[in-house]
């Protein structure tokens, strides 16, 4: 048998529900997630304070990347769907805590949008390992 081209990379605390989705997969040195919520892993719910939100999905986002076997250093692109401009705040807190070095960070995008079931953000990123 020969091994998995693919390898699906599952977070605790972060699912899509009955959704036939994984959380992140790895293929050769390249990391995708999928989207990446501000689930309390407790509840599985989204969590209705809107920092606790933001703070949840940087730290999946760092556990995708450990899960895949890389680090933050990994990262290279995330695209953020954000409620509104106020929560900019907010994730440029968390990313200048997880990339401090202004000479090495990842590409960013951030989208301002509708998004529903009481989310105020919504990321998807891209690692690629060493």
Not at 68 to 76: E, F, M, N, S, Y
Not at 96 to 110: C, G, I, K, M, V
């Amino acid at each position: 048998m020969t091994p998995r081209h693919r390898q699906v990379i599952d977070v605790p605390g972060l699912a899509h529900g009955a959704n036939p989705i994984p959380t992140a997969v790895r293929v050769g040195n390249m990391v995708f997630s999928s989207g990446i919520l501000g689930m309390d892993p407790a509840t599985g719910k989204i969590d209705p304070d809107p920092a606790r939100q933001v703070e949840r999905v940087f730290g999946y986002m760092r556990a995708i990347v450990e899960g895949a076997g890389g680090t933050t250093a990994d990262i290279a692109l995330v695209q953020f769907r954000i409620q509104g401009d106020e929560v900019r705040g907010l994730v440029n807190e968390h990313w200048l805590e997880l990339f401090p070095d202004e000479a090495s960070r990842p590409a960013r995008n951030s989208v301002v949008e509708e998004l529903g079931w009481g989310m105020v953000i919504h990321v998807m990123m891209t690692a690629v390992l060493k």
